[in-house]
C-alpha cells in the first residue's frame, strides 16, 4: 500500500489541493491519516474513491449526492457516465485506478470499450499515450511505485504487441525505412512500441531494435539499412549535458535525416538544436511527420 500526499492527490486527480480539502471537510469523502505535526496521508483506497468522485463530479454529479455513494455504487455509476467516444480525461481517470487496484479486468474493460467506439488508433492517440505521459510524470516524482508502473505497462505491451504482430509486414522495396530505438540508459518502451505501429500501418519498412541500444550498434545497424528517418523516446531521468552530448552524437552520424525524439525527458530541452531534430509531443503529431516524409 502506498501513502500519498494532498500534492501527489492533486496531480493525479486533476483536482486542487484546496478543493480536495473542502470536500473532506465538508463532505466526509475521505479521512486522511494524520501525523503527529497534523501532516495528511492517503492510502490506495483514499486516492481510487477520490478519482472516481472526481469523474462524477466533472459529469455535473453534485458532491453532496456523491458523498452518500458506496464505492461499489461510485464504480457502478462511472460505468454509465463515461463515453468512450469523447470522454479521454475520465478513461485516463479509470486507467489510473486500475494500475493502483492492479485490476486488469477493469484496464481491459477501458481499452475495449475504448477500440471497440473509436478504434485502436485513435485509442492511442486520445488515451495510451497520454496515459503514459501522465505515468511518466508520477514515476519521475516518486508518486507511483515500481510494481504498479510495470503491471500496466505489460498489459498495455501485450495490447500493442497483438495489434502490430496483425499489421503486414511491408516489403515495397520503395518503402521509406525507419528505425525506431532506445538509449542505452532507457528501459521505457511503450511510447517507442507506439509509434513502431503507428510507422508500420502507414506503410513504413520498420527496423525495431528496441530498449537499451548501444549507440556503436544503432550506427552499425543504420549503416547497413541506411534509414530514412530516425525515432527515438526519453523517459528515464538524465543530465541536460548528458542528453546534448547524446543527441550532438546522433546528429553528427544521420546530420541528413530527421530524428525524432519524444518523452518527458525531451520536453526539458533547453539548448538549441539541429535543423534535423524534431521533438515531438504527442502520437499524433509523430503520425503527422511521417506521413509528411513518405
Not at 43 to 70: C, F, P, Q, Y
Not at 261 to 287: P, R, Y
Request: proline share 4%; hydrophobic share 40%.
Amino acid at each position: 500500500m502506498s501513502n500519498y500526499s494532498i500534492k501527489d492527490l492533486e496531480r493525479l486527480t486533476n483536482v486542487k489541493a484546496h478543493t480536495l480539502r473542502i470536500w473532506e471537510k465538508r463532505y466526509g469523502i475521505v479521512d486522511p491519516n494524520r501525523s503527529d505535526s497534523n501532516i495528511r496521508s492517503y492510502t490506495d483506497e483514499d486516492l481510487k474513491r477520490l478519482l472516481n468522485v472526481s469523474i462524477l463530479n466533472r459529469h455535473g454529479i453534485k458532491i453532496s449526492k456523491i458523498a452518500h455513494m458506496s464505492n461499489y455504487e461510485l464504480n457502478q455509476k462511472i460505468l454509465d457516465v463515461i463515453r468512450p467516444e469523447s470522454d479521454h480525461v475520465s478513461q485516463i481517470e479509470s486507467l489510473v485506478v486500475a494500475m493502483i487496484e492492479l485490476n486488469e479486468d477493469r484496464f481491459e474493460r477501458i481499452l475495449n470499450q475504448s477500440i471497440i467506439k473509436i478504434g485502436f488508433e485513435d485509442t492511442l492517440f486520445y488515451i495510451i499515450y497520454p496515459f503514459f505521459e501522465k505515468i511518466g510524470v508520477l514515476w519521475q516524482t516518486g508518486t507511483i511505485n515500481p510494481a504498479q508502473e510495470h503491471f500496466i505497462s505489460n498489459l498495455i505491451r501485450m495490447k500493442l504487441c497483438v495489434a502490430i504482430d496483425s499489421l503486414p509486414a511491408v516489403h515495397d522495396p520503395q518503402a521509406k525505412k525507419i528505425i525506431l530505438f532506445l538509449p542505452e540508459w532507457e528501459l521505457h518502451e511503450i511510447g517507442l512500441l507506439t509509434y513502431f505501429y503507428l510507422a508500420r500501418k502507414h506503410k513504413l519498412k520498420t527496423i525495431y531494435l528496441g530498449q537499451n541500444v548501444p549507440m556503436p550498434d544503432l550506427f552499425s545497424v543504420a549503416d547497413t539499412i541506411q534509414p530514412d528517418i530516425i525515432a527515438t523516446y526519453f523517459v528515464s531521468a538524465v543530465t541536460i549535458p548528458e542528453m546534448k552530448n547524446y543527441i550532438e552524437q546522433l546528429v553528427k552520424h544521420f546530420s541528413d535525416k530527421p530524428i525524432l525524439i519524444s518523452g518527458i525527458q525531451a520536453a526539458s530541452i533547453n539548448f538549441a538544436l539541429s535543423e534535423n531534430i524534431q521533438l515531438l509531443s504527442s502520437a499524433k503529431e509523430f503520425c503527422n511527420v511521417i506521413k509528411a516524409n513518405i
